[in-house]
């Protein structure tokens, strides 16, 4: 069982920077790829990012690519999501999520609550 806690949402102009957290709990974390999602109001959730258990490979949305970029602390049980350039199209409720390595395909096994990034023009 993993919990998943999200952090570090918040109001911020366009083009400034957010660094979100997704601390989790549960001792087999770190074997868990970790991803993050987003869903703005009135739109389905889409993929932002993931990073593998290592934290070597990772991937990107074509949206965010160049701007966003994800990592992991296996010892503090944190993945972050550094947010720079932001934009307005930005704005969204921000997810993570964690695919345990027995999991097939992209299906994710866990989600946190959610944390609000808003983006103002």
């Known amino acids: 069982q993993v919990q998943l806690v999200e952090s570090g949402g918040g109001l911020v102009q366009a083009g400034g920077s957010l660094r979100l957290s997704c601390a989790a709990s549960g001792r087999t974390f770190s074997t868990y790829r970790i991803g993050w999602f987003r869903q703005a109001p009135g739109k389905e959730r889409e993929f932002v990012a993931s990073?593998?258990?290592?934290?070597?490979?990772?991937y990107y949305a074509d949206s965010v690519k160049g701007r966003f970029t994800i990592s992991r602390d296996n010892a503090k049980n944190t993945v972050y999501l550094q947010m720079n350039s932001l934009k307005p199209e930005d704005t969204a409720v921000y997810y993570c999520?964690?695919?345990?390595?027995?999991?097939?395909?992209?299906?994710?096994?866990?989600w946190g609550q959610g944390t609000q990034v808003t983006v103002s023009s």
């Open positions: 990073v593998n258990w290592s934290g070597v490979i990772t």
């Open positions: 999520a964690a695919k345990s390595p027995k999991q097939v395909g992209n299906t994710y096994d866990y």
